[in-house]
């Protein structure tokens, strides 16, 4: 199993161009979720979704969108992007059974708005 | 809503002696508690976590924690720290009828040889 596959790595944007990170899990998890790590302020979570065609805000969701089509698949989506989403993302993803499970993560994929 | 306070932003231990990171937490309800260590350039992995029954949780690599309900904590252990345990570490809460979990700002820990 690959697990949790965030692609790209590494992304370089000028501000107001848009882009969309790409997450996909091969462990037939129900949730997944993004959030962003920014120094001395831990992981915040954007978005996240239940299951296929269902999705909800986190706490940081303004600028960002999501959409969840298949169990598998969770990109994130940069409308306009600005200096302020600098950042590294995190996709993670658990199993729905018992709702006690712990996240999966991937590896990150950072992004620089200049 | 539920928050998560690492009091320590760094902790600076001898290799071989104890370790401990501290977290305490604010929840509604019974809390679900993780602990996670993210190495340099890498996603987080899970350590442990406390839903019910004993106190005490031992998880991957020697790790453990207590959850004290009283004090609002979930301290992370280690009886003897190695070099290999350096890393950034956070722990995370969500109530147990909440789907979303929030972490810490995170302790990076050193343990020198």
């Known amino acids: 199993n690959a697990g949790v596959t965030q692609t790209p790595k590494f992304q370089v944007l000028k501000t107001g161009q848009s882009m969309t990170l790409q997450c996909a899990q091969d462990?037939?998890?129900?949730?997944m979720s993004w959030y962003r790590q920014d120094p001395g302020m831990g992981l915040r979570l954007i978005h996240y979704?239940?299951?296929?065609?269902?999705?909800d805000q986190g706490e940081v969701p303004n600028g960002y969108n999501v959409s969840r089509s298949t169990t598998e698949d969770f990109p994130l989506r940069l409308l306009s992007a600005a200096p302020s989403q600098t950042s590294v993302y995190f996709c993670?993803?658990?199993?729905?059974?018992?709702?006690?499970?712990?996240?999966?993560f991937g590896e990150g994929s950072r992004l620089t708005v200049l | 809503a539920q928050s998560v306070a690492q009091p320590e932003d760094q902790v600076n231990v001898a290799e071989g002696n104890p370790l401990t990171v501290k977290c305490t937490y604010s929840v509604s309800g019974n809390p679900y508690l993780f602990w996670y260590v993210q190495y340099p350039n890498r996603g987080l992995q899970f350590l442990l976590k406390y839903i019910t029954g004993d106190n005490l949780v031992k998880g991957s690599y020697g790790f453990e924690a207590e959850f004290n309900k009283s004090q609002t904590s979930f301290h992370l252990k280690k009886p003897s720290a190695l070099v290999s345990d350096s890393a950034l570490y956070f722990c995370a809460v969500r109530p147990f009828n909440d789907y979303k979990l929030s972490f810490g700002a995170g302790t990076t820990v050193t343990v020198r040889a």
């Open positions: 993670a993803s658990r199993t729905w059974d018992g709702d006690t499970g712990e996240l999966f």
């Open positions: 979704s239940v299951g296929a065609g269902i999705t």
């Open positions: 462990m037939n998890h129900e949730y």
